[in-house]
């Protein structure tokens, strides 16, 4: 999801550590690094890597302006090939009716088929294309603070993970216990009284 | 800290409290709610509430929608001990205006609109744009922190036991269903 859209989802996060000064430089190679790869042409399903904000479909953080006001602008892309089941089906029982063919054999065995099956879905991944998702990310470095423009549990967790593998720095997701553990400034009397919580109920 | 994957489980229903307790402030104390905005803006309750009663097995979800829904099958889920899963909520601040959704369980934001700005024509015009939005957005972040931070105050207070608590089963009570 973009940032300029007219209605956009935003996940929180703070962002634990600092790197390596100049921070633009270690920002842009890191993300250079872990740019996402063609996987169009090759028998992979998915790929997940960064890209550049202003031109996601030729990622270049050469070229791109990666720095927007006090923000480190840039996007997670996930490329995803999607093979309708109907169509692996298809593709199987034509084989199959090959492989029976050839072989004179009545059956094909549970392993035959998944062989055959195996061998369908590779041979379909290289001729179809993958469908890019880009979701921006908006980290504000000197507060620590990073924003995804996605709620999905997939696109967090494939953020998180290649976040860390990028730039070996946490991300500590903003929910409400984080929330209020890192931004409460609660004493240590406040802070016991919310480890010890239990749900509220407005029952009767 | 706690592992954030345990704390997300065992504090689940901070949110949905929060949710509650926003809706309940906004009904009741419009102008603590205006304080917490930093009097700039009036917080409202828009056209969509989620309700849900973790405590059933299957979850019982009520979802209410529409400009002018009636609120009654809300406060009848709350008197069975449901609590608001996701809210939809509008800000405006002068002439301008947010609507937005939170969902109780991780306080994200959904189908977030700001007040309109300019449309990007050239290239130049990317970086004012994301500037503007990045700032709109914040708006309602710093808005939502600020309200959190009021609400989790008065949830590890005795306050909460001693007063909000009684206050918010006597709005429920005096909802008409």
Redesign the interface.
């Known amino acids: 999801m973009g940032l300029l859209s007219s209605s956009l989802p935003l996940a929180r996060y703070r962002v634990e550590g600092k790197l390596e000064e100049p921070v633009l430089e270690t920002v842009a190679d890191s993300l250079q690094r872990h740019v996402i790869g063609d996987i169009d042409g090759n028998a992979v399903e998915k790929a997940v890597g960064w890209t550049s904000f202003e031109t996601p479909y030729r990622p270049d953080f050469a070229g791109s302006c990666l720095v927007i006001g006090a923000y480190f602008v840039f996007a997670l892309r996930i490329d995803k090939k999607t093979i309708p089941r109907g169509v692996i089906r298809k593709y199987c029982a034509a084989e199959e009716a090959r492989e029976l063919a050839r072989t004179g054999a009545r059956y094909l065995g549970r392993e035959g088929k998944r062989r055959i099956r195996a061998q369908v879905e590779e041979g379909l991944l290289l001729t179809i294309p993958a469908t890019p998702n880009i979701f921006d990310v908006i980290w504000h470095y000197e507060a620590g603070e990073l924003w995804l423009c996605s709620t999905l549990k997939e696109a967090n967790e494939a953020l998180e993970t290649l976040f860390y593998r990028t730039f070996h720095l946490s991300l500590i997701r903003l929910f409400p216990f984080t929330l209020a553990e890192l931004s409460a400034k609660l004493s240590a009397a406040e802070h016991d009284r919310l480890l010890a919580l239990s749900p509220t109920s407005l029952k009767g | 800290?706690?592992d954030?994957a345990v704390?997300?489980s065992?504090?689940?229903?901070?949110?949905p409290?929060?949710l509650?307790w926003l809706w309940y402030a906004i009904e009741t104390a419009p102008d603590a709610i205006k304080a917490a905005a930093l009097g700039r803006g009036i917080l409202t309750v828009g056209d969509r509430i989620v309700l849900e009663s973790?405590?059933d097995q299957p979850v019982e979800r009520v979802t209410i929608t529409g400009e002018n829904a009636d609120l009654g099958e809300g406060m009848l889920a709350?008197?069975?001990?449901a609590?608001v899963a996701e809210l939809r909520l509008h800000y405006t601040a002068g002439d301008q205006e947010w609507r937005f959704s939170v969902?109780g369980?991780?306080?994200?934001?959904?189908?977030?609109?700001t007040p309109p700005s300019a449309p990007?024509e050239t290239?130049d015009e990317?970086?004012g744009?994301?500037?503007e939005?990045?700032g709109l957005?914040e708006e309602v972040?710093r808005l939502l922190?600020s309200l959190?931070?009021r609400f989790?105050?008065l949830?590890?207070?005795e306050r909460?036991r001693e007063k909000t608590?009684p206050g918010?089963?006597t709005w429920?009570k005096a909802a008409r269903l």
Do not use: H, N, P, Q
Request: hydrophobic residues 55%; charged residues 25%.
């Open positions: 800290m706690l954030v704390a997300f065992r504090y689940r229903f901070l949110g409290e929060f509650t973790s405590a709350l008197r069975k001990g609590l969902k369980d991780t306080l994200a934001l959904m189908g977030l609109k990007v290239r990317v970086e744009a994301v500037v939005k990045v957005c972040v922190d959190f931070l989790i105050k949830r590890v207070s909460w608590i918010m089963k429920v």
